[in-house]
């Protein structure tokens, strides 16, 4: 891990050195040196101007205690982002990419109050529900399936193979989707994450998750759906709908950054490879290292200021963007003596107050099972390029590899079954862990999953 004194401001040429303007948090120069311009950024004090996307502008709060201030105070800093100044003036491009992220919806994300506790309070019991057992046994069934996949190629994109999959294929479990469902979330999902088709990605998503909803309306079962259903909150029809966006589409992405941001460590860094440790214990250090220095979701939880406000030196205007930067608030230097001395869980990877990730246990589960599986199965895996040579997908609020290529000795697949187009197939081409995008091929990883497991 780089050290803050070697982060003396932005690489040169970098649009960061602009005085009087804001920094921008989008772009290749971001993505490929975060922590210089969180260097940088500390010269403004606890939050500094920056911008999420052009003609979006926030202040990114980049101090432990100040992020905790706003986090744990949701009388003076709300998280409704119907409160968003700029945007109520018409002064957002509608078509911004980082709409999606923070325009409001009726979920227990955007809400405050009573509101968020009616719809939060849905949500964790609900999840308290999960059997814990039967998940860990449903991740090592979907992680052998999808290594199955490409294990007698002897090499592997450890993301488009394997990170990105997982996540969604295992909550289609705990969500009770049948295989044609199931089939078209995973495009839904897939298409919204990489940006491809998105429109598309996106109907395909709302319609799926409508269809979901009415038949766990009819036929509820023993998953996340159907609890949420039952529960005494009485959530509507749209309110399941935008629960189900946030619990599996929030859920996945960060999930599918820690493995494979845990794995980039066990496969390059000297502190992990070839350590002493068991390989469980290695596994859930590399995961810790993941969420203290590089968050999966890096700068996120935007709060609007109640009233104008300051914060350690910083001025705070009411309805303006307020964005919480786990990854800098986590490396503050501030903290460089007391993080030795701070839980393991310190750090703000989870969120912290009100609204921090409810999910964080199955999550950690379900991530750890994913990696050991993957090293169990193959034990001599290293990485496939130079680990220069790797590249970061540009964005303001992720941290997450555009790939990881990997070699390991082929290993010959006995139960190898290719995955078979969804029934009553509507002509959705999914994406598929063997490669590409998948424009060619009908094939449904929901699908070919169950059919690989009644073998």
């Not at 004194?5 to 690489?11: H, K, L, R, V």
């Not at 996949?149 to 996540?167: C, N, V």
Request: with cysteine; proline share 8%; aromatic share 8%.
């Amino acid at each position: 891990m780089q050290s803050h004194s070697e982060f003396q401001g932005p690489p040169p040429g970098c649009p960061a050195h602009t005085d009087g303007e804001r920094v921008p948090l989008h772009g290749p120069e971001f993505a490929a040196a975060p922590e210089a311009f969180y260097e940088h950024l500390r010269q403004y004090g606890a939050g500094a101007p920056v911008e999420l996307a052009p003609g979006v502008e926030a202040t990114l709060v980049t101090d432990y205690a100040a992020a905790l201030r706003v986090l744990q105070n949701p009388d003076a800093f709300a998280r409704d982002s119907r409160r968003w100044r700029a945007l109520n003036e018409g002064q957002v491009p509608l078509d911004s990419p980082v709409l999606p992220m923070m325009m409001y919806r009726p979920n227990s994300m955007f809400s405050d109050g009573a509101e968020h506790l009616r719809l939060r309070q849905a949500v964790t019991d609900s999840l308290a529900r999960i059997d814990m057992h039967r998940m860990s046994r449903h991740v090592d069934r979907v992680a052998s399936y999808l290594i199955e996949q490409f294990s007698s190629r002897g090499k592997a994109d450890l993301i488009s193979d394997y990170a990105q999959w997982l996540p969604l294929l295992v909550f289609n479990d705990l969500f009770g989707c049948p295989a044609e469902i199931g089939d078209r979330l995973v495009f839904g999902f897939s298409g919204i994450f990489d940006g491809v088709d998105a429109e598309k990605a996106n109907e395909v998503l709302t319609e799926s998750l409508f269809e979901l909803v009415a038949l766990k309306r009819a036929h509820p079962g023993d998953d996340v759906t159907s609890w949420l259903m039952a529960h005494q909150a009485n959530l509507s029809d749209e309110e399941m709908i935008h629960q189900l966006v946030l619990l599996i589409g929030a859920g996945a992405e960060p999930m599918q950054n820690i493995i494979s941001s845990a794995l980039r460590l066990l496969l390059c860094d000297e502190n992990y490879a070839g350590g002493q440790h068991s390989a469980g214990v290695l596994v859930d250090d590399a995961i810790n290292d993941v969420l203290w220095n590089s968050p999966p979701i890096a700068n996120y939880a935007t709060h609007y200021p109640v009233q104008d406000v300051e914060i350690a030196g910083t001025k705070l205007t009411a309805g303006d963007p307020v964005v919480i930067s786990f990854a800098a608030a986590n490396t503050d230097p501030n903290l460089s003596v007391g993080r030795q001395t701070l839980s393991k869980r310190a750090h703000l990877a989870w969120g912290a107050g009100p609204h921090a990730c409810p999910a964080k246990d199955p999550a950690l589960l379900i991530s750890v099972r994913a990696i050991e599986k993957l090293l169990n199965i193959l034990p001599d895996i290293e990485l496939g390029v130079p680990e220069e040579s790797l590249t970061w997908r540009p964005g303001p609020f992720h941290r997450a590899l555009n790939a990881l290529p990997a070699r390991f000795t082929p290993v010959p697949g006995e139960r190898r079954l290719a995955a078979p187009a969804p029934a009553g197939d509507r002509g959705v081409e999914t994406a598929s862990p063997q490669g590409g995008s998948g424009k060619s091929r009908k094939n449904s990883w929901w699908s070919g999953f169950l059919s690989w497991w009644k073998v």
